[in-house]
């Protein structure tokens, strides 16, 4: 009940705040995705996140529980990397239909360097076998040029706001990395 008051008051003091939709200048596909490790105490499931932009404006964004329970920090990301790939794949083939798509690759940005380590390796080993669809799903991709994978800091990841519980500071900042903006606000 204190998460929905917050959300509330949330609400209420922000009431022009939106997203901006701005020209810049292309249409390239990027992506962000982010886990937060096992982050329910009930059930020690993790959380994965992800914001999807066309041409630098936030299209599609998510935050879920993950359906199973993830042995580690790497696991737990892989499946958020997953899911925001087939959620990329889907945006672009949307834009394919439309006739707007540029070629080139989709590019993901992911804080977990050990996630991909496992996404560039073609070896299984015993640790990667609990995520062998999802590692065989975006290897495939990056094998045929349509997913580039990139590391971002942790500073610079804009889903840790649908993985994490941020601080003032932090939300405003991944809000303004997403491209919200206040229209009440004077600039």
């Known amino acids: 009940l204190d998460a929905v008051y917050r959300i509330l008051r949330y609400l209420k003091n922000s009431p022009g705040k939106g997203l901006m939709f701005k020209s810049h200048g292309h249409l390239n596909v990027e992506g962000y995705c982010d886990a937060d490790w096992a982050s329910c105490l009930d059930d020690r499931r993790s959380t994965s996140g992800y914001c999807v932009f066309v041409g630098g404006n936030l299209v599609s964004w998510r935050s879920k529980k993950q359906s199973i329970v993830s042995r580690s920090t790497a696991e737990a990301e892989y499946r958020a990397m997953s899911l925001a790939v087939s959620e ?78 941020l601080g003032i ?13 206040d229209i009440y606000h004077p600039s």
């Open 88 to 165: 990329m794949l889907w945006v672009k083939n949307l834009l394919s239909e439309l006739n707007v798509l540029r070629k080139g690759p989709l590019k993901l940005w992911c804080d977990n360097k050990s996630a991909i380590s496992i996404a560039n390796n073609p070896v299984q080993n015993d640790r990667t076998k609990h995520v062998e669809i999802d590692r065989f799903f975006i290897k495939e991709k990056l094998d045929d040029g349509t997913l580039q994978l990139g590391h971002v800091n942790s500073i610079g990841q804009i889903a840790d706001s649908l993985t994490k519980g």
């Open 169 to 181: 500071k932090e939300c405003n900042i991944a809000c303004n990395k997403m491209g919200m903006i």
